[in-house]
């Protein structure tokens, strides 16, 4: 009994430890799961933001490379035209050189006549008085020096016009060499950044009221969309955007919208705005040296510091006209506070606010017309894109001075936004003609491939349609260079053998 009753109680034993081991187990085995389920979302997470992060890196290169690219092809345009005017002006001298040619030798033919003629009436030049001697032999003479005074005459009209040509390539890099500007990389920004993504209800408000109150007090349009943690302002006034953009991010700052903070801000930002306008027209005019100009064209030209015209600053693209003309107008012996002023004032109309009609350059003539300045200066404002004839050297060196500062190197280019507006513009155009299947703008936008339906155009149609679309390309769209139009149309029948 005794062996029993100790084998019993080693059973239980057993049991219990058994069963408070296997129960231990199982514990331990769901912390090890837990911990595996922890640690293994820890690493997708990583993997998911080292994979965003890789992509985000990959995006900026490829805007970077299509930025490059197009300036490459920018530069390549450029030889090109500048190829195409050596080509036109070679074919111009060898026309000359043509008719000079054809000139010269009728002109042997006449003088070996003359010769003939001559040697046949001198036969019986002893039958002849002194002053019918001395006619004959001064004939003789102008025919043969003839050739001599073409010559030279030629020859010194050449050396003239390369003498100018030299002097004018002088003056231009010297202007040149002279002035120093860093490249323009500024860019229109019109996008605030949000803390949070609840902060875009917090400006819509309840029922809108908020947007509403903003967009009626900044006379803007904000665009919320999905965009993480952004908000598009959008205005064809940089002023009011740009009042718009410091009201915004104050307000966000601040934290408190609604319609009243919301006048606050606005109010204060357009006073803040309208000093910096102020100030940086001052400062435009002081870097110059230009006394006497009316405050109204002080406060306009400061305006210009919110414009930009391929990622250009249109107030540090005047200042620039401005010393441009100075230094070229020092080098030809013209008045150089009169050029500087005329230079700085020339795009004074892109300020001016849209009601008026007509070109920026008539209407900045205007504008400075009527606040006192003399008329060189009103001239070579108006005259600056040819719109209206120059009548003084003033409104040439303007002409010149605008082309440099527009073109040099870094000065401009086109931004992504616009650049690929333009690609989407070509593409619908295209679609927009009847029979057309698809569309594909390739090669930065200088060709546009159009696929119709064999169905429904014809060999003769899908010629029209390539005029067609030149011509609305032509009349439609603003673009560089040249635009190739391809019409496709093809037909494929496909069979499946089972």
Known sequence: MGVSLGFFLVWILTRYTRKSAEAAAAQ??????????????????????????????????????????DIKLREIRAHEESLALLDYQLEQKQERLARENAALKQARDAI???????????????Q???????????????????????????????????????????????????????????IT???????????????????????????????VTLLIDET????????????????????????????????ASIEEFVSRSREEVELNVVQAGEDAVQRLGINGLHPEIIKLLGRLKYRFSYTQNALDHSVEVGYLCSLIASEIGLDPNVAKRAGLLHDIGKAVDAEFEGSHALIGADFVKRHGETPIVVNSVAAHHEEVKPETVYAGLVILADTISAVRPGARAESMSSYIQRLDRLEKLAMSVDGVQQAYAIQAGRE???????Q?????????????????????LQYPSTIKVTVIRESRFTETAT
Request: charge should be neutral.
């Open 456 to 476: 429904q155009v014809t060999d003769e149609r899908a010629r029209e349609i390539s005029k067609i679309l030149r011509r609305k390309i032509e009349e439609e």
């Open 228 to 259: 993480p943690q952004m908000v598009l302002i959008s205005s064809f006034d940089p002023v009011r955007r740009e009042i718009a953009r410091a009201a915004l991010e104050a307000l966000v700052k601040d934290g408190r919208i609604h319609p």
């Open 28 to 69: 331990l085995i769901e912390v090890a799961r837990r911990e595996a389920a922890v640690a293994a979302q820890e690493i997708r997470q990583k993997a998911e933001e080292e994979i965003q992060h890789h992509r985000a890196e990959i995006n900026r290169e490829f805007d970077r490379r299509e930025i490059e690219t």
């Open 112 to 126: 070996r006549a003359l010769s003939k003629s001559l040697r046949k009436r001198l036969e019986g030049v002893s």
């Open 448 to 454: 546009i491939r159009v696929v119709v339906s064999p």
């Open 189 to 219: 920004a019109t996008i605030v950044h949000l803390p949070s993504e609840e902060m875009k209800g917090r400006i819509i408000g309840r029922e809108g009221r908020n947007i509403k109150a903003f967009e009626a007090a900044t006379g």
């Open 128 to 186: 002849m008085d002194a002053e019918e001697i001395k006619k004959t032999l001064r004939e003789e003479v102008l025919l043969e020096c003839q050739d001599e005074l073409r010559a030279l005459r030629r020859e010194t009209l050449e050396k003239s016009e390369q003498e100018l040509q030299s002097e004018a390539k002088r003056i231009l890099i010297t202007a040149m060499q002279r002035l120093s500007s860093k490249p323009n990389n500024d």
